[in-house]
C-alpha cells in the first residue's frame, strides 16, 4: 500500500494551502478532490476579493485557483489527484480508500489527514422545490461562469447574503434578468457595497420576505412570495406571484463532514458555524491526533479565511511530524491574518460560533 | 442558451459535437458535463422520481442525484459532471433504471 506523509481531502482554498505548508517544508504530500479541475469553489469565483493586499485584494477568484494549483506542481514530492473520491477513511490503520473516474480503487497510508472537504447547499423546504428551476446558488455558479451557459431567462434570488448579492450581479454581468431578491431576515446580510450594485440595475429587493411555493408543470414556472411576521410566519395576505424560470437557493452552507465523522473525530453542534463541525483548536487540531481540519469543513466562512485555516492546518500537522522549525512565526502570521479577517460586525456570528465550539 | 460574451471570463470549449437526446439530434462541445450541453439546448427534465416527479439540475458537483440519466445504456450516470462525447445517447431516466442485462421483469418495483 502507497504511504505518504499527508493527504489532504480537498483541492479548494482551504485543502491547497494545507498542501502547500507540508510541500514547501519537503514533505509527501498527497491532495485528492472529486472534481476534475483543482480550485473547488474559486473556480467560479469570478468576483475581485476584498481585504488586505496579503488576503489578495483584487484578485479574482479564477485566478487564484490557477496560481495555487501552478505553485504546488512546483514540488516533485506533491501530488494532486483530480476525479477522484474519498470514499472512506479507516482510523484503526489510518487508511483512505479512494475511487478514480475509471471506477478502480486505491488504498493510501497517510500518517496526518486534513480534511477540507469545504460544504454543501442548503435547501429551503417549500411544495415544488423539487422542480427542475429550483438550483443551488453554486450550480447556477458553476453552469454560468464555469460552462458559459445560462442558467434560465429569468431568476428569483433567493437570500440576500453576499452570495446571493454576488449571484445576482454575476448573472446580470451574464445578460439573465434578476427578478427580485428575497430575504427572509429583516436586513440584508451582505454587504452594502453588493447590495447597491444590484439595486442600482434595477433589481428590487425583499427583505422579511420568503417563498411560500414553487409552481409549474414539468419546469418551474413561477414562484408565490409572501411577507413574515416577527416569528417568521408567513402572512397569506401579502402573497404574490413572480414568473421565472430559475429560482436560486442561496440560504447558507453545512460543512462537508462524513469523513470527520467516520474518523472518529468529537462532533458539536453550532449553528452559527453552519451545523455539526468537528471540535477544533482553532489551528486545525481536532480531537484526533492524526485528523485535523480546514475550511469550511471546520465552520462556514468565506474563501479568504479557508485560506488561512488551511494553511493553519497545514502547518499543525506538518509539526506533529516533528517537520516544522518555523511554527510559531508561520502560525503567527496567518492568524493574525485570520483574527483580521474576522474582526468587525461581519464577523461577529463566526467569533461566537467559535467561542461555543470550545464551550 | 450560451453566453457568448462576459465582461470578465472567455469560455474554452471543446469541438462541437453531436449526440441524441431521446432519440433527438442534438449539438453540445465536447467535455463539457452533458447536463451543461442539455442545459444549453433547452432540455431541463433529465429523470423522473420514482413518483413520476420530474428532475433537474440542482448541485452541478455530482452530490445530489438529481440529474441521473441513462447513458449509453448505463443508467444512474451523474450528467452534472460527466463530459459529453460525440455520438453518445442519452436518454431520460424513469425512477432507478435499469441494468444492462438485468431483465426488467426481474425488478420489483
Known sequence: ??????????????????????????????????????????????????????????????????????????????????????????????????????????????????????????????????????????????????????????????????????????????????????????????????????????????????????????????????????????????????????????????????????????????PELGGHVPWHNGRGATSVPEVFVAGDAGGVEEASSAMATGALAGLSAVESLGQCPDYAEATGAWSRELDALRAGPAGSKIRKGLQSLQL | MRISEHPILKFRRGHRVRFYFDGQEMKGFEGEPIAAALHAEGVRVLHYSEAGRPRGFFCAIGNCSSCLMMVDSQPNVRTCITPLRAEMDIRTQRGRGVLSGEQSEDRES
Open chain 1, 1 to 270: 500500500m502507497k504511504q505518504v506523509d499527508i493527504a489532504v481531502v480537498g483541492a479548494g482554498p482551504a485543502g491547497l494551502h494545507a498542501a502547500l505548508m507540508g510541500a514547501e517544508r519537503g514533505l509527501d504530500v498527497l491532495v485528492i478532490d472529486n472534481a476534475g479541475q483543482a480550485g473547488g469553489q474559486l473556480v467560479k469565483q469570478t468576483h475581485k476579493f476584498f481585504g488586505s493586499r496579503e488576503q489578495r485584494a483584487g484578485t479574482r477568484g479564477i485566478h487564484i485557483a490557477d496560481e495555487l494549483t501552478k505553485k504546488l506542481s512546483t514540488y516533485t514530492k506533491a501530488r494532486l489527484w483530480l476525479s477522484s473520491t474519498v470514499l472512506s477513511y479507516y482510523p484503526a490503520d489510518q487508511t483512505l480508500m479512494i475511487e478514480d473516474d475509471a471506477e478502480s480503487i486505491r488504498l493510501i497510508q497517510a500518517q496526518r489527514l486534513i480534511i477540507a472537504t469545504g460544504a454543501s447547499e442548503k435547501l429551503l423546504p417549500f411544495p415544488g422545490n423539487d422542480l427542475p428551476g429550483v438550483y443551488g446558488a453554486g450550480a447556477v455558479q458553476t453552469l454560468m461562469n464555469v460552462h458559459g451557459v445560462k442558467p434560465g431567462r429569468k431568476v428569483l434570488m433567493v437570500g440576500a447574503g453576499n452570495i446571493g448579492l454576488i449571484v445576482s450581479y454575476q448573472l446580470l454581468q451574464s445578460d439573465v434578468e434578476v427578478v427580485a431578491v428575497v430575504e427572509a431576515a429583516p436586513h440584508i446580510g451582505g454587504y452594502a457595497v453588493h447590495a447597491s450594485k444590484i439595486r442600482r440595475m434595477g433589481v428590487p429587493i425583499y427583505t422579511s420576505h420568503s417563498v411560500k411555493a414553487a409552481r409549474g408543470e414539468q419546469v418551474l414556472e413561477r414562484a408565490v412570495i409572501w411577507q413574515l411576521d416577527e416569528q417568521w410566519n408567513g402572512i397569506d395576505s401579502t402573497q404574490f406571484e413572480l414568473p421565472c424560470d430559475v429560482l436560486c437557493l442561496a440560504v447558507g452552507l453545512s460543512p462537508l463532514t462524513e469523513l470527520l465523522w467516520q474518523a472518529g473525530c468529537r462532533m458539536v453542534f453550532v
